[in-house]
């Protein structure tokens, strides 16, 4: 599956961005997606990811209650709501996706990958 991360952008602290994942396959509700980010100097982290049939959704400590993860499989889309930025959410953003990962917040479980898009949330 092909995927296509977008809606990145410059916002100020305390705005707001959502982010889509578009993927190619119409087999999409049979993977598990992820979203990560990737600071400058920083390693790749996991942000949120879920289910297959969005029944299951998992955050990271640092974006609960600020971002919300959701698909529309109807549309072969993911969605990043990303709520109350702050400046150390600035990263690139990938989205992943696996058939059956094995921890929801191993990158290395994802076998798909679509290309970063920039967030840049100034203070």
């Known amino acids: 599956v092909q995927l296509q991360a977008s809606g990145g952008g410059l916002v100020q602290a305390g705005g707001s961005l959502r982010l889509s994942c578009a993927a190619s396959?119409?087999?999409?509700?049979?993977?598990?997606v992820g979203w990560f980010r990737q600071a400058p100097g920083r390693e790749r982290e996991v942000v949120a990811a879920i289910s297959w049939n969005g029944g299951g959704t998992y955050y990271a400590e640092p974006v609960k209650g600020r971002f919300t993860i959701s698909r529309d499989n109807s549309k072969n889309t993911a969605y990043l709501q990303m709520n109350n930025l702050k400046p150390e959410d600035t990263a690139v953003y990938y989205c992943a996706a696996t058939i059956n990962p094995q921890d929801w917040d191993n990158s290395k479980g994802y076998d798909y990958w679509g290309r970063g898009t920039q967030v840049t949330v100034s203070s």
């Open positions: 396959r119409r087999t999409f509700t049979s993977y598990f």
